[in-house]
């Protein structure tokens, strides 16, 4: 396999929140056929991308190698599901929804220890801080 080339598509988000689990939980229904993993069990390196932005929000990995993040990752998925989900993934990427969906996104992220399922684990860390262990700490990861 090419480097920033991958079967699938793979969908990113944070195991460590609750609400973040959930949303996920609701989404692996639709008929998308992607790989779906936590941020903390990821070799987020391979994917090309940090866990800075992990905890940031929900990534979407193309199989280009392509990383979509928040409400554009969402989009990806849905168009990825085909059908009605498609329409509404398309129209998720169309301005000015594109800029309302993203700050909807924002305001969630930002609260969603807040949002149901949320616990104080969901909170996101100050910038310039992680919450989740370093590599090294967690050991061998793996995608």
């Known amino acids: 396999m090419d480097e920033g080339s991958f079967p699938k598509p793979v969908l990113i988000y944070d195991g460590d929140c609750g609400f973040c689990t959930r949303s ?5 229904r639709l008929p998308i056929d992607a790989e779906v993993t936590a941020f903390q069990f990821t070799d987020l390196e391979l994917y090309g991308t940090t866990e800075q932005r992990a ?11 392509r990383i979509h993040g928040g409400a554009q990752a969402i989009a990806r998925l849905l168009i ?4 009605v989900y498609a329409a509404v993934g398309y129209v ?6 594109r800029w309302i969906a993203a700050g909807v996104y924002r305001v969630i992220a930002n609260n969603r220890q807040r949002m149901p399922g949320g616990t104080a684990a969901c909170a996101l860390p100050p ?17």
């Open 24 to 28: 996920v939980n609701v989404l692996k």
């Open 55 to 65: 905890t940031h929000e929900v990534l979407w990995v193309a199989p280009t190698g």
């Open 80 to 83: 990825s599901a085909g059908g």
């Open 92 to 97: 998720l990427r169309t301005p000015p929804i």
């Open 127 to 143: 910038a310039g801080r992680s919450r989740a262990l370093p590599p090294a700490a967690r050991g061998s990861v793996s995608g």
